[in-house]
């Protein structure tokens, strides 16, 4: 029961990888497909939005609680740009549209990391090995950017552990869109060969 408990979760994942890497370019629409198997699973397994962490009713104390490691995180990564002056020129304006447009998308992850692949993980192992297998899926999506990869593995794992304790989806996509909009502006595309992952990461 356990290993077909594993076995759909590895399934969806392995869809997502099918599609970043080949899929969109031949059917481009086919992603449709992906959050409808998981709302059909959702759906099978009587989860509701706010259990998932779809929920308003906390995230205003845990946005108090966790602003403070935020603001240490900004301001550790904006010294980092100022002192190598690697800071993106892109103005107020397009920061403010970049961080509008991302938000959605960072969302979207948040509820795939947790909300989708760690409950699934929680039902077939451990805690502990579920956050981490979770963690590892969300790093592998990330490839073959070496830099993403590298950052998302630690940040996934911690956002499990955050999910666990606040369960509000929201949270998690406030504080990701925050952070990958900082990483964009401070981290060089030298480095972070402009966030892309898959084929795209081979573009010059």
């Not at 099978?44 to 104390?61: I, Q, T, V």
């Not at 039902?123 to 990330?142: E, G, I, P, Q």
């Amino acid at each position: 029961m356990r290993k077909l408990a594993i076995l759909e979760p590895l399934l969806i994942f392995g869809l997502i990888v099918a599609y970043i890497w080949k899929l969109r370019f031949v059917h481009p629409h086919c992603w449709i497909a992906i959050p409808a198997l998981m709302l059909l699973s959702h759906l099978l397994h009587r989860e509701s939005p706010r259990a998932l962490g779809f929920g308003l009713h906390n995230l205003r104390d845990c946005l108090h609680e966790l602003a403070p490691l935020l603001l240490l995180i900004a301001l550790l990564l904006l010294t980092a740009g100022v002192l190598l002056r690697t800071i993106r020129q892109i103005g107020f304006d397009g920061a403010f549209f970049a961080a509008a447009a991302y938000l959605p998308w960072a969302l979207a992850q948040q509820y795939a990391l947790s909300g989708y692949f760690l409950n699934r993980f929680d039902a077939a192992v451990s805690t502990r090995a579920a956050s981490l297998m979770a963690a590892v899926l969300f790093s592998l999506a990330h490839a073959p950017n070496p830099f993403l990869m590298a950052i998302t593995l630690p940040l996934g794992w911690c956002a499990t552990l955050l999910y666990r304790r606040s369960r509000n989806l929201y949270l998690l996509g406030i504080a990701h869109a925050a952070i990958g909009l900082l990483l964009f502006l401070v981290v060089p595309d030298s480095v972070s060969h402009h966030l892309r992952v898959g084929p795209g990461w081979f573009r010059p």
